[in-house]
């Protein structure tokens, strides 16, 4: 099996995630472009040289798995600041086309974002002008897609009319031009699955809610998938980052021509029907199309299958931040650290430790710990030790959004059931413990709210003092593992070899195990 990958940009998620999957299995090979060409964060990739990358493969591979966000735009970040003109977003859309009738044996898997539109002020990964106007942004989208829909209240009103005017019309043509072309190319994207170009097109939703623009963009793309008939073949779900890793495993399921059942086991059945942070719909509605996306099918209650651990949240999700830490996303200050009282009420977290590891001696298991966002769950960790179950599950998950765990963890349980390289499952299975859990939930607020400024540093400026800034993460990952996991991985934290920031920023560290 020869593939070949666009991805999506240079974060681990979405490179060096793939090249780990891919590993796991030594009769599957991928080749991806060189990082170099692929851009860092607002600067766009080389279209020609992405060109060159993907001509100089495609004759010799099975499937080519393309973000059409780093093909048509550049990369993610580009995708939200572009100015070019719809004519030549859509002559370079058409060369996908071109390379399929030019190699007409090649699966084209792709994945094409709807953007998103977040509720803060900041121009770290928007426009300029986010940065003063992005809060007014968010809640016009949000406001007047509730007022369509279900109506507003009178004070909404108010608050609708007071965001409209803080917004300058430039800024906001801007805004809305930008969207209008990402929808229609997305709208051609369709398309070409109905004409058999694409195999699949997956089209996330990046930090969406449950009104505001990118519903109103929902309509048109659900519309047009219905239209075409092509709900077994297009899916619309929350998300971004994991999406490479799920047409990895589609394409590579495809490809053995095998049918892959799973099922799942959740610490709080509630779990299903709710509402995570940044997403639109009932986890259940979003693990279905995940599943299909990724070519499993869903059995319930089969004990004999792969199994989907999921520990979910009670009545309320927190950031993982605020229950290890202690800090406001709103403010950015410290707070006093509390954990709600439903994540005690709702679950017993011993019990289901206990019933992960003797699943988990008999069938493969992947954790995926989502029940806060931006971390995995310190007490599960604790829990999942004490009962022997950290020795013997396959993978975990548990970072950034609900859906990007989710997409992750179906890739590694395909990879870990399927694949023969015993060495590479593991190995990305430590990887993801120590960075979702032990440096997303434990060390990285620390690091980067008290560690760094005391040395004149911060969140993205302190490529002057790298190295010390990675030895600090990698002895506090250490101790964080020594305090919390004392029975598996023979009493050892695994040996940290590398730890590298693709975008020179806190979030998104890529981390490498021995």
């Not at 001509?55 to 010799?60: F, K």
């Not at 977290?349 to 995926?368: D, E, F, T």
């Not at 991985?489 to 693709?502: H, M």
Request: charged share 25%; proline share 4%.
């Amino acid at each position: 099996m020869n593939m070949i990958c666009v991805p999506l940009d240079i974060r681990p998620y979405n490179y060096d995630f793939l090249i780990s999957l891919a590993s796991m299995d030594s009769k599957l090979s991928l080749k991806m472009p060189a990082k170099d060409i692929l851009g860092y964060k607002k600067q766009p990739a080389s279209h020609q040289a992405v060109d060159e990358f993907i001509n100089s493969h495609c004759a010799d591979a099975d499937a080519l798995i393309i973000s059409l966000d780093m093909y048509l735009y550049g990369g993610l970040f580009p995708a939200r600041i572009h100015q070019m003109e719809l004519s030549e977003l859509t002559a370079r859309l058409t060369k996908i086309k071109s390379l399929k009738e030019r190699y007409p044996s090649l699966k084209i898997y792709a994945s094409s974002l709807v953007l998103r539109t977040p509720k803060y002020n900041s121009s770290e990964e928007e426009p300029d002008y986010y940065a003063r106007i992005g809060h007014s942004i968010f809640q016009v989208g949000y406001l007047s897609d509730k007022e369509k829909r279900v109506g507003l209240s009178e004070d909404e009103k108010v608050e609708l009319r007071a965001h409209h005017s803080a917004i300058d019309s430039a800024s906001f043509d801007d805004w809305l031009s930008r969207r209008s072309k990402n929808l229609l190319l997305i709208e051609k994207a369709i398309e070409l699955v109905d004409e058999k170009v694409l195999e699949q097109l997956i089209i996330p939703l990046d930090d969406t809610a449950e009104f505001g623009f990118t519903m109103q963009d929902q309509v048109r793309i659900y519309e047009k998938v219905s239209l075409l008939g092509l709900q077994d073949r297009v899916f619309v779900h929350p998300g971004t980052d994991e999406s490479g890793c799920t047409l990895l495993t589609k394409a590579y399921l495809s490809l053995k021509e095998q049918d892959f059942l799973a099922t799942t086991f959740y610490s709080n059945e509630l779990f299903k029907h709710f509402i995570p942070n940044y997403e639109d719909r009932p986890f259940v509605h979003s693990l279905r199309s995940h599943a299909a996306a990724s070519g499993l099918t869903l059995v319930d209650n089969d004990v004999s299958l792969p199994v989907l651990a999921i520990n979910g949240c009670g009545e309320i999700m927190q950031e993982a931040f605020d229950i290890s830490y202690g800090y406001n996303l709103q403010t950015g200050a410290r707070k006093p650290t509390y954990k709600n009282i439903t994540y005690y009420t709702h679950r017993d977290l011993g019990s289901y430790a206990k019933h992960i590891a003797a699943r988990a001696a008999r069938v493969p298991v992947v954790v995926i710990d989502v029940a806060m966002s931006n971390g995995g769950e310190t007490e599960l960790v604790r829990a999942l030790d004490k009962a022997g179950a950290l020795d013997v599950i396959k993978g975990y998950a548990g970072w950034n959004t609900t859906c990007n765990s989710l997409g992750t963890g179906i890739a590694h349980l395909v990879f870990s059931t399927l694949g023969d390289n015993a060495d590479a499952i593991e190995r990305f299975y430590k990887e993801r413990l120590i960075s979702d859990w032990a440096y997303q939930t434990e060390v990285r607020f620390p690091v980067q709210f008290e560690y760094l400024p005391s040395i004149g540093l911060s969140y993205s400026s302190f490529a002057e003092k790298e190295s010390s800034v990675f030895d600090k993460i990698k002895n506090e990952i250490e101790t964080t593992w020594q305090e919390n996991i004392k029975h598996s991985f023979n009493g050892c934290c695994p040996a940290i070899t590398s730890i590298s920031a693709p975008f020179q920023r806190m979030s998104g560290l890529h981390f490498t195990v021995a």
